[in-house]
């Protein structure tokens, strides 16, 4: 039991203290467009979980809604499907620089994917191109 709990100790500490991620200086794992990664999630979201949770994903997509909350911006990216869509929540860096963004305009969005709750949900992101 104390081996047991000594290796459990041992992983929750690694976990806690692992780094944090620079989205911005690292190479994305996945590039989409919104409509693909909300399609893959809503036909079957185990397995878009297994490709795309956790991942560093680019997505492209069309603007439909910029707002900030909390003092942090979020994009929505409008999608083919009426009651889904991609939601970007922007890191301090990225906040700072929507305010050139207009709705309906196209953008590539960088961020770590954190699961699908009606909508895709991704966070730290930042603007690849304006």
Avoid: W
Avoid at 26 to 47: M, P, Q, V, W
């Amino acid at each position: 039991m104390l081996v047991l709990g000594s290796i459990c100790a041992f992983f929750a500490y690694k976990m806690y203290h692992k780094p944090h991620v620079n989205v911005a200086a690292s190479k994305s794992d996945i590039s989409l467009s919104a409509d693909k990664i909300l399609t893959d999630f809503t036909s079957d979201e185990n397995a878009a979980n297994a490709v795309y949770l956790e991942k560093i994903i680019e997505v492209n997509g069309i603007i439909s809604d910029v707002k900030i909350e909390n003092e942090k911006g979020i994009i929505t990216l409008k999608t083919n499907d009426d009651f889904g869509s991609v939601l970007c929540h922007l890191s301090e860096n990225a906040t700072k620089e929507m305010n050139t963004l207009k709705t309906g305009q196209s953008i590539r969005l960088k961020g770590i994917c954190t699961g699908f709750l009606m909508d895709v949900i991704l966070v730290k992101c930042e603007i690849s191109n304006q």
